[in-house]
């Protein structure tokens, strides 16, 4: 009889044997693990941050900065779902955060293998986005690529450019992608050049027409419109030195009153003079750089400056022939709107709808005056080109998206709200707390604006009474 000593070394002695039979197992402790998870995931992150998924929209914020960039300010990987020509088929994109789980041992390396082949063209296209300190996910090296090569092409495919657009738009392209995207510059390139000489002379006869005249030429309504005009002009976006700007103000004038003289059927309403802004500071900036507190536009030429009036009047008029009724008599368009407004709040939120309705507070009492000026004077200036990246991109379906977006942006003070009565509430309500806001809440309001326009627009029933 084998002893118990013989007979644990004979079981070891058939381990040993099995095995060498075996492939050998890299050992790796869990810090490694996580360690080459992470690594992998930041990769993926990198690859997909910024496209589009079709049929999805993407709401997980980043734990972990994307390695290659460098800028100061990063918003939450939010993709709104179009079509398919922005990513290729559906079949590339399927389950694209898929990676290896340390905790379950599966993986799904497909995806990461089709992304890995486009590597090197995004790094080297990177290089470039590094030099622009722009400071938001629409820097995004991949992104860059595909903003290049849309607006490289003999002709500009709109919806292609609405879908990148709708995410931001880098910069020093916004001034290129807005004219496209409202129709002031026409997609063909050959014609571009010719088109906006054009216009822009049509706009300089206009102004001399109109403006560039004695007030014995003008009406009695004329002349008040013009003083309306003037008060209004030092008041627009107080809190950014640029516009105190005696030349600047001049050049919001002269668009003003020329645009209102040639609309008729509204005219001049206040509140169309915030609306200026975003287009004078994207126009602007392909010829002033650094912080737009700093600039001067005592640097920059009076034929310069005519054609960025010029551009202004064209975006504005293109802007606003899509929402005309928010300006005429009462305003009907914007009641209208506030009313979907509160409505979808209803829907989405009841407890704050409640309570809002039991403190008597109507929604025209803060909500008007979002509509008439689409939020500039609510966030920080800062952030007013990125929101209207996503405003032009949404075209004609503008004024009824901006339901969803209100909606969203009320909504991020629901809790608060609910502790509020009624003065404290409109005290609230005229001094949001947003001069601390980043990209990433901007971000944050955009995709539920999304996620709620895509559950509800389509099923009006849902909203009814």
Request: hydrophobic share 35%.
């Amino acid at each position: 009889m084998k002893s118990k000593s013989s007979n644990v070394n004979d079981t070891n002695h058939l381990n040993k044997e099995e095995n060498k039979n075996q492939p050998k197992r890299e050992i790796s402790s869990p810090s490694t693990l996580d360690s080459r998870f992470n690594q992998t995931l930041r990769n993926v992150q990198g690859l997909l941050k910024g496209r589009s998924i079709p049929g999805k929209v993407l709401l997980t914020r980043r734990a972990d900065p994307i390695d290659d960039l460098s800028t100061p300010e990063r918003s939450p990987t939010f993709g709104r779902s179009f079509s398919e020509s922005d990513t290729g088929t559906s079949d590339h994109v399927q389950n694209p955060m898929e990676v290896e789980d340390p905790s379950t041992g599966k993986s799904n390396n497909g995806n990461v293998n089709k992304l890995k082949s486009s590597t090197s063209n995004i790094e080297n296209t990177s290089k470039e986005a590094h030099k622009s300190p722009i400071g938001t996910r629409a820097t995004d090296s991949a992104r860059v690529t595909k903003f290049t090569k849309e607006l490289s092409a003999p002709t500009v495919i709109l919806e292609r450019l609405r879908e990148l657009a709708w995410s931001g738009v880098p910069p020093y392209m916004r001034p290129t992608v807005w004219r496209l995207l409202l129709g002031y510059a026409p997609p063909n390139s050959d014609r571009r050049e010719g088109v906006l000489r054009r216009k822009r002379l049509e706009y300089f006869d206009c102004v001399a027409q109109f403006y560039d005249i004695p007030d014995t030429e003008r009406s009695d309504d004329e002349i008040n419109m013009l003083r309306q005009i003037a008060v209004d002009c030092p008041r627009t976006v107080p809190d950014v030195t640029f516009f105190q700007q005696v030349q600047v103000q001049k050049s919001l004038e002269r668009i003003l009153y020329t645009w209102a003289i040639r609309h008729p059927a509204s005219g001049y309403v206040q509140g169309i003079n915030d609306l200026v802004t975003p287009f004078l500071v994207v126009f602007l900036s392909e010829y002033l750089e650094g912080s737009v507190d700093d600039w001067s536009i005592a640097n920059i030429t009076p034929e310069k400056i005519s054609d960025i009036e010029a551009d202004c009047y064209w975006c504005l008029s293109k802007l606003l022939d899509g929402m005309q009724d928010h300006y005429t008599f009462a305003q009907p368009g914007i009641q209208r709107l506030v009313f979907k407004l509160k409505e979808l709040v209803r829907r989405i939120d009841e407890p704050v709808s409640k309570h809002i309705e039991e403190q008597g507070l109507e929604f025209l009492q803060f909500a008007f005056r979002w509509f008439n000026c689409l939020l500039i004077r609510e966030i920080p200036f800062h952030l007013v080109t990125r929101l209207w990246d996503t405003y032009l991109a949404e075209g004609d379906a503008l004024p009824d998206f901006l339901v969803y977006i209100f909606a969203s942006f009320l909504l991020t003070w629901s809790d608060k709200l609910q502790k509020l009565d009624f003065q404290e509430m409109v005290m609230f309500l005229q001094h949001l707390p947003t001069h601390a806001w980043t990209h990433q809440e901007l971000e944050m309001v955009l995709s539920r604006a999304y996620m709620w326009h895509s559950m509800f627009n389509n099923c009006p029933s849902h909203l009814a009474s």
